[in-house]
């Protein structure tokens, strides 16, 4: 499903936004989440990731965001990343939306 941008915006503010920001190359408990789209995993400048976050090799795109957020720790195993995952497609769908407009901006 393509997302609402909107909805998605919601989502972020409930479950991202403690730990990560979108508009701005700040650092929180997690890496900055700006640019994310087209960026290999683990290679914000400075952040201190885990060697499994690290070492993932992955490009982060739509549809591997969607697979990685469904449950993160299925997907690096040893990430530190402490987030349960979103069950819902209809959830992760928007979330990805506003994350691909909020990132490249
Ligand atoms: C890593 C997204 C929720 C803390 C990451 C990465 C992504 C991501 C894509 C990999 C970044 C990279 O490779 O550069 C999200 C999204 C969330 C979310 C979309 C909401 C649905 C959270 C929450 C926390 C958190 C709630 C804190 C409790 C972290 C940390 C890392 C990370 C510490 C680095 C993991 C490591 O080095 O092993 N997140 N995250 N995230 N996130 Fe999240």
């Not at 503010?13 to 989440?33: E, F, Y």
């Not at 090799?57 to 469904?70: A, N």
Request: hydrophobic share 30%.
């Amino acid at each position: 499903p393509e997302g609402d941008y909107e909805k998605g915006k919601k989502v972020f503010k409930q479950r991202c936004l403690q730990c990560h920001v979108v508009d701005s190359n700040a650092t929180k408990t997690g890496p900055t989440l700006n640019g994310l789209i087209g960026r290999t995993s683990g290679t914000v400048p400075g952040f201190d990731y885990s060697a499994a976050n690290k070492s993932k090799g992955v490009v982060w795109t739509r549809e591997t965001l969607f697979e990685y957020l469904l449950n993160p720790k299925k997907y690096i195993p040893g990430t530190k990343m402490v987030f349960a995952g979103l069950k819902k497609v209809d959830e992760r769908a928007d979330l990805i939306k506003y994350i691909e407009v909020e990132s490249a901006k």
